[in-house]
């Protein structure tokens, strides 16, 4: 999982280099300036993810898609991703994304993995990894997704989407630093090598 986040932030960076950014939403504001967003709860503090920088996690390749939601476009911190991959597949085709419209995900799916990861820090790899628990209070819901362009990534091409839905997850930094993330709320970019 550590080898993904690592590949995940690579691109980030390689991505984050060329493209021109915009004027950062700090974390804790009460505002959506951009069509993309990222809400959610740990504890009693609510966070507001929601810059406009196009963040694609493609660490994934063919077996799933992912994307991030950041805080401050200069730092990519705070940032949450989320990954969804199918673990018995080797090419995910778009019918298998769309299939997921409607669909709520527990961790302990038996076909289909979900990883979420929030940094808060100013330090990478400091942050807190959803738990694959069989508690079916902590999920996934993926209510629309919708393609949005093809791009390129590592010069492989990628499909990018828009998917809006919600989520809960019980979140660790250690093994003696667990808390829970409540009230997620997502419409963001998740991209990745699908095959039409």
Known sequence: MKHLTLMSLLCLL???ACTKSKSPTPSGTGSISSPYYFNFSIGSAIHYLNT???IYNVGMRTRGLGGNEIGDTNTLIPRINLNIFWKHK???YESDLMSLVGRTIYFDDTAIGINLEYDSSKINYSGWFSDDTSDHN???KVKSI???KNDT???NPI???????TCSAVIQQDTSRIATLTNGQFNFLFAGQITK
């Open 159 to 165: 499909r990018v989407y828009v998917i809006n839905g």
């Open 90 to 92: 080797d090419t995910v």
């Open 138 to 140: 902590y999920y996934v």
């Open 52 to 54: 406009n920088f196009p």
């Open 14 to 16: 390689l991505i984050g």
């Open 146 to 148: 919708a393609f949005l």
């Open 153 to 155: 990534a590592f010069l």
